[in-house]
């Protein structure tokens, strides 16, 4: 019988879990990924983490971790062939201020953006231009060198991005008409990679009881 291996639980268009699928696959780290339904949350997944938002990943020694900045970093710390923890320039330190302005002020924006409804007296319009004006910055970095940090993706670079496609569907003639040409093609180069695609590929919901997805394959 093979060992257990780690278990991933995993929506497909949730960019946090995006995130966490794209670390896990660069990685090379063999998870067993059961894909939930968010509106039918599986015990097992609610069991581990009771927060019953993903992803969540139990490892093999029963250990939880359901923050997926946390997991990304679990997996490249086992095996990190493109060198995603070592920004090419500028610092891990760095890199980690990017990310945490991605997911407070550009993901508060991004939010009440795409979801007005959910929040009481919101503008629509000026949280997309709050996102914007931190969608600007990237641009300018962008335009100094083809990655956040370099010449080569970091950790920074798919950790952001789906946050990025997110707000870019939202209204994609809008996105498209921007001057943020560095980035347009810095997203687009990500999500018409091979890696994007494999890490997004549409899978059968987990039932309890039945063997989740070898991931990634």
């Given amino acids: 019988m093979s060992p257990p291996l780690p278990v991933l639980y995993s929506f497909r268009r949730c960019p946090y879990a995006m995130r966490a699928r794209l670390a896990i696959a660069a990685s090379g780290q063999p998870c067993e990924l059961r894909e939930v339904v968010l509106r039918n949350k599986p015990a097992e997944m609610l069991q581990a983490s009771p927060k019953g938002t993903v992803p969540v990943l139990v490892d093999t020694y029963g250990s939880i971790v359901d923050q997926s900045l946390d997991i990304m970093q679990w997996a490249l710390r086992r095996n990190d062939p493109a060198q995603w923890l070592c920004p ?3 610092t891990a330190d760095a890199m980690f201020a990017l990310i945490a302005e991605n997911d407070g002020a550009f993901k508060r924006h991004l939010d009440r953006y795409k979801y007005p409804d959910r929040y009481e007296g919101i503008d629509a319009m000026a949280e997309r231009e ?18 956040l940090f370099g010449s080569r993706p970091c950790l920074a670079d798919m950790a ?13 003639a ?9 980035l347009q093609a810095w997203l687009a180069r990500i999500l018409d990679s091979d890696a994007f695609a494999h890490v997004m590929q549409k899978w059968t919901p987990w039932a309890s009881g039945t063997e989740g997805i070898a991931f990634p394959g």
């Fill in 88 to 90: 090419e320039r500028e």
């Fill in 130 to 147: 709050g996102g914007a004006t931190w969608l600007r910055g990237l641009d300018a970095r962008l335009r100094a060198h083809p990655w």
């Fill in 174 to 182: 809008w996105f498209a008409e921007q001057d943020w040409p560095a």
């Fill in 160 to 172: 952001i991005a789906p946050f990025v496609r997110q707000f870019a569907h939202t209204d994609a």
